[in-house]
Structure formats: C-alpha cells, structure tokens
C-alpha cells in the first residue's frame, strides 16, 4: 500500500504557474510591489506634464461638467 495522498480538487482546479505585473511606482513584478507595501511608500503623484495639463482641467467644485477634483493620480511610466 502507498503512503501517497492524493487530493481530489475537481474541474475547476486552477495552478497558478507564473505572475507578472507591472503598477504605478515603478513597480515591475510582484516583488517590488511587495516592497512598495511593506516600505509604506505611495504611488500616487502629480499627473506627469507630457500626459494632460492637470490644472487646466482641475475644479473643486465635483459637479462642474468635464472638469476633474484630483490632480493625483497612479500612473505606469512609458
């Protein structure tokens, strides 16, 4: 007799054989996002200039049609 267990997981078994990411921060793979997380740092910045002109678009008043309540935003580089 064996001493091998095996374990039933059905049809929708999933094995996870490969991650990658890339997120705001400079953050390419899950190791540095990790790092991000556990150094406590932010990923959140100015809109960069080559993307849009933040202030031209900037109202504090949420209700102003095509206008925007945030000048920060998370964005990948490139």
Excluded: Y
């Excluded at 910045?45 to 935003?73: H, K, L, M, Q, T």
């Amino acid at each position: 007799m064996s001493n091998t267990s095996h374990q039933s997981f059905g049809e929708n078994a999933v094995a996870v054989v490969g991650i990658s990411c890339r997120l705001p921060g400079g953050v390419h793979g899950p190791g540095q996002f990790w790092k991000l997380l556990t150094e406590g740092r932010d990923a959140v910045r100015d809109v960069p200039a080559d993307r849009w002109n933040a202030d031209a678009f900037w109202s504090d008043d949420p209700s102003a049609p095509g206008r925007a309540v945030a000048r920060r935003g998370g964005f990948l580089d490139r």
